[in-house]
């Protein structure tokens, strides 16, 4: 009787091996491909946050077209105060108007709105020395934000006036960006040293330490590549190069890490190279190949958002577990083979130093299965406390707080202080459907009654940018300077909240400026009223991210489900695995309220003032990068359980074996990320401080607490039960039934 025919997977890991001098030179002229194509992914990215379709998109591009000659406009908004002239006095608006002419001389077509083109007393300070301006300037946010500088010198500060500060949409991207680059380009400067550092204490070997880097870089050169391509039919968000960068190292790292380490197993117990590219590929690959799903199922959330900024981070993040998975079961054995007995070559230490194998964790997993209820008692019991507090956390960031250094931010503050409101209202774009229709004179009285009613909702409304005249001539020296176009047909009404975009003050804007839109859309029959503005964009964008959010985690969740349950014939092992995840990262969410918004060592993390709410994007990107790195974990200790217990192994011995021979790689690996997302923490953006801690806490919680301690305990607890799958469950998933061996009433 012929021999059983080994696996897919060692089949094709032994091909590798035999046919690496044909699959190397392959995957070089590949990569060279590939690198000419990921150097141009700059030319497709944008920093624009649009949400097209949107009612919001749609009154931007009204004001676009009518106000702005079709081009796109960024705002700047500078603040002027005089200690002792106010407003009325001739010299300050002398002063003033001359500074905003020669910022407004910079670009042609720059349209200025100030208290002295409207005389609209909701545009200057309580007691009169105080006004801003808005400069909407036809340029792209990027153009906007490089010529911040210049508008600033051409400003400058008038003769006998306090200094000038200049705010606004465009100052305040001028004057974040440099600490989001910052603490970007501090993740990405200490993720590679620390890595290789790590390796090399972990391998013992230079050949073993550097092989997992080297495929990271290749991962991440694969997929920034692919992420060009998708460039060609998408908006690319320019932050998705340094997604794939920090994921491709984590997730590069990682596989290789599991795929070499199983590698110089294989060679030590005696195998040929062949052979042992071969198990290699059939055991670690295995659980790289699933890995790699579970991870790619995690970030289609971000896939499946309506919001195209976030959709192409998820491209992009899906591309990083496709490259490196193609890397650890292509290249990387075929170079593993082509190295053999060398891949410890070059040695860091003695291999007299090197700890026997599961030494450290052997007893750790004597120590977890021997005591498994109060284990796991204590873990859970910790962790749900945790999660308890995620209830308690509020994505309303407040970004004038969070950064109160800046120029641009001091300049809001100031407004916020004088004015009780801000720089960035909501505006009704009304478009009365004929030219000349803004200065009818019914209209113009209706649209007067309209301002007013809202200036009288002083609880929701600081102030109205709106001629207060209804004298036909009067109104058209007054709006005809920004706030209605050239052919009379359009206007903008400015509503400021009393706080920012994200602040409640802004919400119930939202919700009082929609309900009464039907009344302004009745003073211009034949026409359309748009609501947009800051707050409005605001809103739609948090309603499209976290409208679908819940369905779409629910569809994650499932697939991952039925995912793990295909891979390990188990209905208990992938409940056990999706349960955990979501009680981990509920816990982070409890980590980031406590830090963050109570304040508990938060000062330690550079954060010294009260944070209203988590950054909006973080939470959603947590779930979306988190959700499949503790899928990792899961997989890469399963699986060698697995393997174990389906050569023979009782089920408490294939726990412990499982646990002791890859808490090892675990442990490395999540100590490699927690170092490498931590570096977030080390910038000057808030909102990235919240990103990198909550990334590094949640590989701490869910690696070292949940997949290492609560896992094991409670498979220990569950016997035998970990490894079946009734008949009528394996239908509905497609796999044979693993029927219950005859030990499940014990805990073997």
């Given at each position: 009787?012929?021999?059983?025919?080994?696996?897919?997977?060692?089949?094709?890991?032994?091909?590798?091996?035999?046919?690496?001098?044909?699959?190397?030179?392959?995957?070089?002229?590949?990569?060279?491909?590939?690198?000419?194509?990921?150097?141009?992914?700059?030319?497709?990215t944008t920093s624009e946050q649009s949400m097209p379709g949107s009612e919001g998109a749609r009154g931007i591009a009204l004001v676009e077209e009518h106000f702005s000659d079709g081009r796109e406009t960024s705002d700047v908004q500078p603040v002027f105060r005089h200690p002792t002239l106010t407003v009325d006095d001739p010299g300050y608006r002398a002063a003033v108007t001359a500074a905003l002419g020669r910022a407004a001389a910079l670009v042609p077509g720059t349209r200025v709105v100030s208290y002295f083109d409207t005389g609209s007393r909701d545009m200057v300070g309580q007691d009169g020395h105080m006004t801003f301006a808005t400069l909407s300037y036809p340029l792209g946010e990027q153009e906007a934000m490089d010529l911040v500088p210049a508008i600033r010198d051409a400003i400058g500060t008038p003769p006998g006036f306090s200094p000038t500060l200049v705010g606004g949409d465009a100052a305040m991207s001028h004057d974040i960006e440099p600490g989001v680059e910052d603490s970007l380009a501090r993740a990405e400067m200490i993720?590679?040293?620390?890595?290789?550092?790590?390796?090399?204490?972990f391998f013992g070997s230079a050949v073993s330490a550097l092989l997992p880097l080297l495929m990271a870089g290749v991962a991440i050169t694969f997929a920034m590549a692919g992420t060009y391509v998708a460039g060609q039919g998408m908006e690319i968000a320019d932050l998705v190069t340094n997604v794939i960068t920090l994921v491709g190292v984590a997730l590069g790292v990682d596989y290789s890490l599991l795929v070499v380490s199983r590698f110089r197993d294989e060679i030590r117990g005696g195998a040929d190279r062949v052979t042992a590219t071969g198990r290699t590929v059939a055991t670690a690959g295995r659980a790289v190949l699933l890995s790699g799903v579970t991870v790619a199922i995690g970030?289609?959330?971000?896939?499946?958002?309506?919001?195209?900024?976030?959709?192409?981070?998820?491209?992009?993040?899906?591309?990083?577990?496709?490259?490196?998975?193609?890397?650890?079961?292509?290249?990387?054995?075929?170079?593993?083979?082509?190295?053999?007995?060398?891949?410890?070559?070059?040695?860091?230490?003695?291999?007299?130093?090197?700890?026997?194998?599961?030494?450290?964790?052997?007893?750790?997993?004597?120590?977890?299965?021997?005591?498994?209820?109060?284990?796991?008692?204590?873990?859970?019991?910790?962790?749900?406390?945790?999660?308890?507090?995620?209830?308690?956390?509020?994505?309303?960031?407040?970004?004038?707080?969070?950064?109160?250094?800046?120029?641009?931010?001091?300049?809001?503050?100031?407004?916020?202080?004088?004015?009780?409101?801000?720089?960035?209202?909501?505006?009704?774009?009304?478009?009365?459907?004929?030219?000349?229709?803004?200065?009818?004179?019914?209209?113009?009285?209706?649209?007067?009654?309209?301002a007013d009613g809202l200036r009288a909702e002083a609880g929701v409304v600081s102030g109205v940018t709106w001629p207060t005249t209804t004298d036909p001539a009067a109104f058209r020296a007054a709006a005809g300077q920004g706030l209605v176009d050239a052919s009379g047909r359009f206007a903008l009404m400015q509503v400021a909240p009393h706080g920012d975009?994200?602040?409640?003050?802004?919400?119930?804007?939202?919700?009082?400026?929609?309900?009464?839109?039907?009344?302004?859309?009745?003073?211009?029959?034949?026409?359309?009223?748009?609501?947009?503005?800051?707050?409005?964009?605001?809103?739609?964008?948090?309603?499209?991210?976290?409208?679908?959010?819940?369905?779409?985690?629910?569809?994650?969740?499932?697939?991952?489900?039925?995912?793990?349950?295909?891979?390990?014939?188990?209905?208990?092992?992938?409940?056990?695995?999706?349960?955990?995840?979501?009680?981990?990262?509920?816990?982070?969410?409890?980590?980031?309220?406590?830090?963050?918004?109570r304040g508990f060592g938060g000062g330690i993390l550079g954060v010294d003032h009260d944070v209203r709410g988590i950054a909006?994007?973080?939470?959603?990107?947590?779930?979306?990068?988190?959700?499949?790195?503790?899928?990792?974990?899961?997989?890469?200790?399963?699986?060698?359980?697995?393997?174990?217990?389906?050569?023979?192994?009782?089920?408490?011995?294939?726990?412990?074996?499982?646990?002791?021979?890859?808490?090892?790689?675990?442990?490395?690996?999540?100590?490699?990320?927690?170092?490498?997302?931590?570096?977030?923490?080390?910038?000057?953006?808030?909102?990235?401080?919240?990103?990198?801690?909550?990334?590094?806490?949640?590989?701490?919680?869910?690696?070292?607490?949940?997949?290492?301690?609560?896992?094991?305990?409670?498979?220990?607890?569950?016997g035998e039960r970990n490894w079946t799958m009734p008949h009528g469950l394996a239908r509905v998933v497609r796999v044979r039934p693993r029927p219950a061996a005859r030990t499940i009433g014990g805990l073997r």
């Amino acid at each position: 009787m012929p021999p059983p025919r080994p696996p897919l997977l060692e089949r094709h890991g032994r091909r590798m091996a035999r046919g690496r001098w044909i699959v190397i030179p392959l995957f070089l002229v590949l990569l060279v491909g590939a690198v000419v194509l990921s150097g141009r992914l700059g030319e497709v990215t944008t920093s624009e946050q649009s949400m097209p379709g949107s009612e919001g998109a749609r009154g931007i591009a009204l004001v676009e077209e009518h106000f702005s000659d079709g081009r796109e406009t960024s705002d700047v908004q500078p603040v002027f105060r005089h200690p002792t002239l106010t407003v009325d006095d001739p010299g300050y608006r002398a002063a003033v108007t001359a500074a905003l002419g020669r910022a407004a001389a910079l670009v042609p077509g720059t349209r200025v709105v100030s208290y002295f083109d409207t005389g609209s007393r909701d545009m200057v300070g309580q007691d009169g020395h105080m006004t801003f301006a808005t400069l909407s300037y036809p340029l792209g946010e990027q153009e906007a934000m490089d010529l911040v500088p210049a508008i600033r010198d051409a400003i400058g500060t008038p003769p006998g006036f306090s200094p000038t500060l200049v705010g606004g949409d465009a100052a305040m991207s001028h004057d974040i960006e440099p600490g989001v680059e910052d603490s970007l380009a501090r993740a990405e400067m200490i993720v590679l040293p620390v890595a290789l550092l790590i390796l090399l204490v972990f391998f013992g070997s230079a050949v073993s330490a550097l092989l997992p880097l080297l495929m990271a870089g290749v991962a991440i050169t694969f997929a920034m590549a692919g992420t060009y391509v998708a460039g060609q039919g998408m908006e690319i968000a320019d932050l998705v190069t340094n997604v794939i960068t920090l994921v491709g190292v984590a997730l590069g790292v990682d596989y290789s890490l599991l795929v070499v380490s199983r590698f110089r197993d294989e060679i030590r117990g005696g195998a040929d190279r062949v052979t042992a590219t071969g198990r290699t590929v059939a055991t670690a690959g295995r659980a790289v190949l699933l890995s790699g799903v579970t991870v790619a199922i995690g970030l289609a959330v971000l896939v499946a958002l309506p919001v195209p900024f976030m959709r192409s981070l998820g491209v992009g993040g899906m591309l990083v577990p496709v490259a490196a998975v193609l890397c650890a079961l292509t290249i990387l054995p075929a170079t593993l083979a082509a190295l053999g007995p060398r891949v410890d070559s070059l040695r860091v230490y003695s291999r007299r130093w090197r700890l026997r194998e599961a030494a450290v964790w052997g007893p750790i997993a004597r120590a977890v299965t021997g005591r498994a209820i109060p284990v796991a008692a204590v873990v859970l019991v910790g962790l749900l406390a945790l999660a308890g507090q995620s209830g308690g956390m509020s994505i309303h960031q407040d970004q004038l707080a969070d950064s109160p250094g800046l120029e641009s931010t001091q300049a809001g503050l100031l407004v916020r202080d004088e004015l009780g409101g801000t720089f960035n209202p909501n505006v009704y774009v009304i478009d009365t459907g004929r030219p000349g229709g803004a200065y009818d004179p019914a209209t113009i009285s209706s649209l007067a009654g309209v301002a007013d009613g809202l200036r009288a909702e002083a609880g929701v409304v600081s102030g109205v940018t709106w001629p207060t005249t209804t004298d036909p001539a009067a109104f058209r020296a007054a709006a005809g300077q920004g706030l209605v176009d050239a052919s009379g047909r359009f206007a903008l009404m400015q509503v400021a909240p009393h706080g920012d975009e994200m602040s409640p003050s802004a919400r119930a804007l939202n919700a009082l400026m929609s309900d009464r839109k039907e009344d302004v859309a009745a003073i211009v029959p034949g026409g359309e009223v748009l609501l947009t503005g800051a707050p409005a964009v605001t809103n739609e964008f948090t309603d499209a991210l976290y409208g679908p959010f819940p369905w779409l985690v629910a569809g994650v969740l499932v697939l991952t489900l039925v995912a793990l349950m295909r891979a390990f014939r188990s209905w208990l092992i992938p409940l056990m695995a999706v349960v955990l995840s979501g009680v981990s990262l509920l816990a982070t969410y409890g980590l980031l309220y406590l830090v963050f918004q109570r304040g508990f060592g938060g000062g330690i993390l550079g954060v010294d003032h009260d944070v209203r709410g988590i950054a909006l994007w973080v939470p959603v990107m947590l779930f979306a990068f988190l959700f499949g790195i503790s899928m990792d974990y899961q997989v890469f200790l399963v699986e060698r359980m697995r393997e174990l217990r389906d050569d023979g192994a009782a089920n408490i011995d294939a726990v412990r074996g499982g646990l002791a021979g890859t808490g090892r790689v675990v442990g490395t690996a999540a100590m490699i990320m927690i170092v490498a997302f931590g570096g977030f923490i080390a910038g000057s953006d808030v909102g990235m401080k919240e990103f990198g801690f909550g990334l590094a806490a949640a590989v701490a919680v869910d690696a070292l607490l949940v997949r290492c301690l609560i896992v094991p305990a409670l498979m220990r607890l569950a016997g035998e039960r970990n490894w079946t799958m009734p008949h009528g469950l394996a239908r509905v998933v497609r796999v044979r039934p693993r029927p219950a061996a005859r030990t499940i009433g014990g805990l073997r």
